[in-house]
């Protein structure tokens, strides 16, 4: 990374200074990134890896319900199996948050009580995003009056594909003040960033503004989580931490069903910005049928059979 | 930086091993001579072990092929030649080439634990690299069976009768591809000698070549040692040396076929350059390097063996190039998360040894890989060198091994004098988001092969080989044609 | 097989996107041995047909040709396999139709199949044939690449119903085209066998679309659709094709007309590709 290294995140004042930074970062060839992303791919995780990994991920995990046909019970559906994803198996661990609509977030505090699943609000007029600051802010701040603990914020991709980066950047950190202590994890749609180089320019802005997690899609467009891009957004957060001492998080969302899948993940956070990542703490995955795959897989790594899907419930 | 920076540690999530099952390979204790469709004993009733270099244990017996049995192979090459395959159409060959792609395929998980085995490489090379390539080789000359009228050589070219062919050991089935494949395309028949440490898929591919049903002595294959490919250069029923190996036996070669009528190429040594300039796409310049040096042990004659850096980003380089390296998974070739694998053979660990101890009596700062190594086999931890010069043996030497040389430079004009300063002449890599300037570089660069932003590409359709003493002829494309061509 | 038992007769259907249907018309035609015997009704597609064929055509083009060509030699390779499995049954019908001795029949499908392996071979070097490096006077690195036209209509030829057919739909197939072929009219059912083998041979939905029927009906409905690309009127006589070439020039399609079309030349390799020239600057 050409910026220069310190242990402070440099001060940008106007959008003149914050080109400057992006200007500084180096391009991601977009053949190279998507071979190193496939190499690690091909990982084998055996044994008592597996077992450990499957565990680490189901932990990691945001379960998540963004419908327009939510209600309340199906949000209390949601976080009993947030806080005990096989009731059978009190070895499994709770996942890291539930995840749901603003409006429901009040309903999801008073179920998840006192456990230490987190309430995770999409906020700021998710999905698109569109809509002007104010409506935004209020979003942001009526979810965390009603206790989320968490914010996914979407950036304005309509901003940024239009060279309005300042604007951008002002959003978050906007957001971030909002938030207050509420963790912000900030979406940045890559999907419909559609380039590498935009997806790490992206991950800089929102680092720069204060993110605590930069996160990849809604789950919303055609294109959702890859693996290569995350890798671009793991070296961002590896060269962030470098260059200013503070460690952003990093959530990958939508797409992502099968065991196998996440645990490519955890293998390319293992080989790009190693074990301070490997926690829910610095890693999220936004899903929801996922869970219900790891939990199968784990069983089938005790049981030595495959199981079947009816082992755990729907929710 | 932070104390939870600082303590996090690349790839300390350990993989309990992950090893593919070494059964596949279904190696015979013993291995004859593959001559006119069929195995048998060598005339002296000799024969040599060939180890698995990452246990040092005994895979299979393998016989040692006299000047007798060359001529023997060669008869039959040259027989097969007269009697069938001068005759057979060109769409008839491209079956038979189509066939054995496909059997190669359907055999690929075999072929790949046997070349893991023999050879020491990791298997996830053998398997995603080595075996699929060669199989998209023969796929690839299948189809010009049948269409040399078109291949740019005027009409109705002619093959060149029979070829003798050797080619090393670090990419033994591949080699083997990209000798017999357009050999047979273009109507040769064909005496092909292995590698001594790594005769075993080339073994397997003889029975491959059986079950394709390929008409015997179309293809012969003798193992044994360097006196076994005298024998073949110096027989005078070859019409065609194809040889892959050292500068060093290359020119012996020349020197031996120089007086007769027989058409030569040669795939010689190197001493790659990988230019990386201030603007090059900085992680995956990093996975370029690494792939440059250390795929396949640094077993490759392109390989990118010297680092060219700007100036002005080299610390940022080196400091990311070592993490990296550390990071290295070095050990059990079956692994199937292994990155490094074992050094082939004893010979070239001391080579490697040597030419080290070189590096460091020279003054230039060595940085070992942290990884740990088996107690058994070949192994040598991948090995940094910075601050070379040119004049130093490790900027100069072929060490073909997992070592890289790191040198620096200030503008293009000295990145291309320097990569050029070589007697070598087979690969170099430009890495720049300046397309322009690639170019540039390029052009200027004397090199058979160039990759801008990789490292270690090879597909059939695109030539290889060499300038200068890294050899001369084309394998792969339609250029890969020529060299068994009358033409 | 007992001689006494009932055979199970087999419904010969298009071919769009993939899938089998029945003409959207709900039409078929009785198709006859050349001795006038009856062998099949077979389905008469219509214009309704050949619209959904090319939007299934235009639909698979980029995805065909987004793959490598290596992969695309592969999958036509595997066709070839596949018809070699099915040889006697393809040659019993090339006898039936076209009237030809048992032996002659097989020939002719021996050849079919080995054009097949011809045009595998075809995909991952018609660029090094066709393509070129040009040294411009200037600091420019300029090359030339063939791209496929896009979309391509064949009317098949009417005698040889399946070594023509398999000429013709390969050729531009194997370029990277993707086509909507109208196979013979009295002598169909090779065609609509080979598009049953597709199905086996990872062809991916939409490359190649078979409509049976009559040609003088859907062609202009063909040679006149704008999202065409091109078309090989081969199948039809000299005053249909100058008909046809006019409707075909309403969109500049290309067009191949009527000529020698059992030579393996580049003939047809050529007349469904653009060629792309790529210039480049070059300086330090």
């Not at chain 2, 690299?129 to 000359?141: G, R």
């Not at chain 2, 190197?270 to 795929?295: C, L, S, Y």
């Not at chain 2, 059990?332 to 990155?339: A, G, H, I, R, S």
């Not at chain 3, 059912?189 to 597709?198: D, K, N, Q, R, S």
């Amino acid at each position: 990374m050409q910026l220069p290294s310190g242990s402070t995140v440099p001060a940008v004042e106007n959008e003149t200074q914050l080109r400057a930074l992006l200007g500084g970062l180096s391009g991601v060839d977009a053949v190279g990134a998507e071979a190193r992303a496939a190499k690690l791919a091909t990982r084998s995780l055996k044994k008592s890896t597996k077992l450990a990994a499957l565990d680490l991920a189901i932990s990691m995990v945001d379960l998540t319900t963004l419908e327009g046909a939510d209600t309340p019970g199906r949000v209390t559906s949601l976080c009993t199996k947030a806080m005990h994803p096989d009731p059978s198996d009190s070895g499994v661990p709770h996942v890291a948050a539930a995840c749901v609509y603003p409006d429901l977030v009040a309903h999801a505090r008073h179920v998840l009580g006192a456990s230490p699943v987190k309430v995770a609000a999409v906020a700021t007029s998710f999905p698109s995003g569109r809509a002007s600051l104010n409506v935004k802010l209020l979003d942001v701040r009526e979810a965390v009056s009603a206790g989320a603990d968490e914010i996914d914020m979407v950036i304005d991709r309509g901003a940024f594909l239009s060279g309005r980066l300042g604007q951008v950047f002002d959003e978050v950190v906007a957001v971030k003040e909002a938030c207050g202590s509420t963790h912000l994890k900030v979406i940045l749609e890559t999907g419909e960033l559609v380039t590498y180089d935009n997806v790490r320019r992206a991950s800089w802005i929102a680092m720069l503004a204060g993110a605590d997690f930069i996160k990849t899609s809604t789950g919303k467009v055609g294109v959702n989580a890859t693996l290569p891009t995350a890798l671009v957004m793991l070296e961002a957060v590896r060269d962030f931490a470098e260059t200013t001492g503070v460690v952003v998080g990093v959530k990958v969302a939508g797409g992502i069903r099968s065991a196998k899948d996440a645990l490519r993940y955890l293998v390319v956070i293992n080989e790009t910005v190693g074990s301070a990542w490997l926690s829910p703490d610095r890693f999220r995955f936004g899903a929801s049928s996922l869970l219900n795959d790891l939990l199968m897989q784990r069983l089938k790594q005790r049981r030595g059979v495959y199981v079947r899907p009816d082992e755990f419930s729907g929710d | 930086m932070s104390d939870e920076l600082t303590n996090s540690q690349l790839g300390a999530m350990a993989y309990d091993p992950a090893p593919e099952s070494a059964s596949i390979a279904r190696i015979k204790p013993a291995y004859g001579l593959f001559i006119n469709g069929e195995f048998s004993d060598p005339s002296s009733h000799e024969a040599f072990v060939t180890l698995n270099p990452a246990t040092e244990e005994p895979l299979a017996s393998v016989a040692q092929a006299s000047t007798a049995d060359v001529d023997r192979a060669v008869y039959a090459a040259r027989r097969a030649y007269d009697t069938v395959w001068s005759k057979t159409t060109g769409a008839e060959r491209s079956k038979y080439l189509f066939r054995i792609a496909r059997i190669i395929q359907e055999r690929s998980r075999e072929l790949a634990v046997v070349e893991t085995l023999d050879n020491g490489k990791p298997i996830r090379e053998s398997r995603d690299i080595d075996i699929p390539l060669a199989a998209a080789h023969f796929f690839y000359y299948a189809g010009w069976a049948d269409k040399l009228d078109h291949a740019g050589f005027g009409p109705d070219p002619k093959p060149l009768g029979v070829a003798g062919q050797i080619i090393p050991w670090n990419f033994p089935l591949l080699m083997a591809a990209w000798k017999l494949a357009p050999a047979l395309a273009a109507g040769n028949t064909c005496v092909l000698k292995p590698a001594e440490t790594t005769p075993l898929s080339a073994l397997i591919l003889a029975e491959i070549l059986q079950q394709a049903e390929l008409p015997e002595g179309v293809v012969n294959i003798i193992t044994g040692d360097g006196s076994t490919g005298a024998a073949l250069v110096d027989h005078p029923g070859v019409d065609k040396i194809a040889f892959t190996g050292s500068t060093e036996v290359g020119r012996l070669i020349q020197q031996r076929v120089a007086t007769s009528h027989k058409h030569l190429t040669l795939e010689l040594g190197g001493k790659g350059a990988n230019i990386v300039f201030e603007d090059a796409p900085i992680d995956e310049m990093i996975e370029g390097i690494i792939d440059g040096i250390f795929f396949n042990q640094g077993h490759v004659c392109c390989a990118g063996s010297r680092l060219l850096v700007q100036e002005s980003v080299a610390d940022d380089v080196l400091r990311r190039l070592i993490r990296r390296v550390d990071q290295l998974r070095v050990g059990d070739p079956l692994d199937k998360n292994t990155d490094v694998g074992a050094i082939n053979s004893a010979a070239q660990l001391a080579r490697i040894k040597e030419l080290t101890a070189y590096g460091e009596e020279e003054g230039a700062t060595r940085y070992t890989s942290t990884c740990s190594l088996p107690d058994k086999g070949y192994w040598f931890a991948p090995t940094v060198f910075a601050d070379v010069s040119q004049s130093h043996r490790i900027a100069r030497e072929e060490i073909f091994g997992p070592v890289l040389s790191v040198l620096t430079f200030r503008t293009p004009e000295e990145a291309v004098a320097k990569a050029n300063n070589t007697n070598y002449g087979l690969a170099c890599g430009v890495w720049s988001e300046k397309g322009s300037r690639t170019l540039w570089v390029a052009e200027r660069l004397r090199a058979g092969v160039v990759w801008a932003n990789t490292y270690n590409r090879f597909d059939p359709t695109s030539p290889f080989g060499g300038v200068r003493e890294s050899g001369f002829g084309r394998e792969g494309g339609r250029h890969g044609l020529e060299a068994y061509l009358n033409v | 097989m007992s001689e006494d038992r009932l055979d199970v007769r087999k419904t010969y259907k298009l071919l769009i996107n993939g899938a089998f249907p029945r003409s959207e018309s709900g039409r078929s035609y009785e198709v006859t041995s050349a001795k006038g015997e009856f062998l099949a009704n077979v389905a008469q597609g219509s214009r309704k047909d050949v619209r959904d064929a090319v939007v299934a055509a235009r639909a698979a083009q980029s995805k065909w040709w987004a793959q490598s060509a290596y992969n695309r030699g592969q999958v036509i390779y595997r066709l070839a396999e596949m018809a070699e499995s099915r040889r006697d049954e393809l040659a019993e019908h090339v006898r039936l139709g076209e009237g030809l001795a048992s032996k002659k029949a097989k020939v002719s499908v021996s050849r079919a199949i080995d054009r097949i392996v011809w045009y595998a071979g075809w995909t991952d070097k018609i660029a090094q044939i066709l393509g070129s490096s040009n040294p411009v006077a200037g600091p420019f690195f300029n090359f030339s690449v063939p791209a496929p036209s896009g979309v391509v209509g064949v009317l098949a030829e009417q005698d040889s119903s399946l070594e023509a057919f398999v000429n013709a739909v390969l050729a531009p197939i194997a370029v990277g085209n993707t086509v909507v072929a109208v196979a013979s009219e009295k002598r169909p059912t090779p065609a609509v066998l080979l598009g049953e083998m597709t199905a086996t041979a990872d062809f991916p939905a939409g490359l190649l679309n078979i409509v049976t029927g009559f040609t003088g009906e859907v062609a202009p409905t063909l040679a006149s659709h704008e999202d065409v690309d091109g078309i090989d009127l081969t199948g039809v006589d000299e005053a249909f094709a100058d008909e046809l070439a006019q409707l075909a020039a309403g969109s500049i399609k290309r067009v191949l007309r009527p000529g020698p079309s059992e030579d393996a030349s580049l003939r047809r390799l050529r007349a469904f590709v653009e060629i792309s020239t790529v210039w480049h600057t070059i300086g330090q």
